[in-house]
Structure formats: C-alpha cells, structure tokens
T-cell receptor, first 115, second 116 residues
Framework: GAVVSQHPSWVICKSGTSVKIECRSL??????MFWYRQFPKQSLMLMAT?????????EQGVEKDKFLINHASLTLSTLTVTSAHPEDSSFYIC???????????FGPGTRLTVL | AQSVTQLDSQVPVFEEAPVELRCNYS??????LFWYVQYPNQGLQLLLK??????LVKGINGFEAEFNKSQTSFHLRKPSVHISDTAEYFC??????????????FGKGTLLTVNP
C-alpha cells in the first residue's frame, strides 16, 4: 500500500496560537486526502475531505474557518488549527484514497496538546 | 448513510486462545468492508477487506473475517492470538458507489488485550 507520513508527530502549543500539520503521500499521487480526529479511546471522526486543487469538503459540525485545509499538490495536504484551544487537543490522522477508491492508507497521526 | 456497530468495546483473552471481534453494519446501499488495527499512538493499518466474491477473507497476521450479508455482519477471527496482537481494532464500511462518497464509516473500536 501507499506510504503516508505526518509531521510533526506531536506538538504542544499555547492557547490562541495556530498549528500546522502536514500530511505527505510518499509514493502515491493522492488526489483525495482525508483528515480525521480521534479523542482518547474513541473512534475516528472524519473532519474533511480534500481534493487536490480545490476547496475541502467539511463534515457537518466542523468549523472550516478553524480547521483550514490546503491540498496544493498531489503529495501534500496541510491542516492548520487556528487559534487553538485546549478542547482542540486530540490525535489528528490523515489518510489518502487508494487508486481503487475503496480503501484508505493512513498516516501515523499527530498528537496535538493545547495548554 | 451507513453505521457500524462493534458489539464489544473490550475483549481480554489469554495468549494462544482463539478470538472473535464482532462487527455489524447497516447500510441502504452495497458496501465494502474493512478491518483496521491501531497500535498505541499510531495510525491505522489495514488488516483485511471484503470487496466481492468469497465471503471468507484472509488478512495479515493470521486474521480472517467472514462477510454474512443476511446478518449484515463482518466478524474478525484469529485461531491463536499473540501478545503482539494487543491493539485497538476498527471495523469500517464504505459505499460501493456514489461518486465522491467513498468515505469510511468506522465503528467505535474494540480493544483486544492479550494476556500471558
């Protein structure tokens, strides 16, 4: 399967600051990438679907002005958490759609802690 | 819309014992089915998937799952578990058609703990 990396693997920031998380597809041109968040001991919740060169599609209840997604190339998507607050602390995972579009390949995740 | 129910939030077993992790789904359209494993502080790794054909699918690490359409189930099994199988397991479905609707819907996960 495709190899997906995320950077950073963990980040601690102060309340009110913005944090950018990168998701890279290392060996596959990903026209579609997905961003999830996962709270402790809970399942993955899809935040948004991003398509290369176009605006992301956000799931209901996800603030698009707070969670900015950019998918400028076929190998890179970024998630920026703007004006982060402690309730944004979570595990953020990205994935890419496979060529057959019936499976996804996941990155290792980014642990965000907002103080 | 799809929904996935994993009936057990935690399953403790002893090493070398068999295990079954249960998954039921609901969908108004045909779906693909997946099992993913997540080790602590890591992303998800695909264990196996059912797309079509034989209802018994084999995956990595000795796991297998059986698709039962009438019962809308996709239970995961392993005949003999190892300590290293301790992890969170997620069942997921994706609609077979619908243009951009290739989203995965996940169950809440089952924590498998293998004890010595």
């Amino acid at each position: 399967g495709a190899v997906v990396s995320q950077h950073p693997s963990w980040v601690i920031c102060k309340s009110g600051t913005s944090v950018k998380i990168e998701c890279r597809s290392l060996d596959f041109q990903a026209t579609t990438m997905f961003w999830y968040r996962q709270f402790p001991k809970q399942s993955l919740m899809l935040m948004a679907t991003s398509n290369e060169g176009s605006k992301a599609t956000y799931e209901q209840g996800v603030e698009k002005d707070k969670f900015l997604i950019n998918h400028a190339s076929l190998t890179l998507s970024t998630l920026t958490v703007t004006s982060a607050h402690p309730e944004d602390s979570s595990f953020y995972i990205c994935s890419i759609g496979g060529s057959s579009y019936n499976e996804q390949f996941f990155g290792p995740g980014t642990r965000l802690t907002v103080l | 819309a799809q929904s996935v129910t994993q009936l057990d939030s935690q399953v403790p077993v002893f090493e070398e014992a068999p295990v079954e992790l249960r998954c039921n789904y609901s969908s108004s359209v045909s779906v693909y089915l997946f099992w993913y494993v997540q080790y602590p502080n890591q992303g998800l790794q695909l264990l196996l998937k059912y797309l079509s054909g034989s209802t018994l699918v084999k995956g990595i690490n000795g796991f297998e799952a059986e698709f039962n359409k009438s019962q809308t189930s996709f239970h995961l099994r392993k005949p003999s578990v190892h300590i290293s199988d301790t992890a969170e397991y997620f069942c997921a479905v994706s609609p077979k058609s619908g243009g951009s609707n290739y989203k995965l819907t996940f169950g809440k996960g089952t924590l498998l703990t293998v004890n010595p």
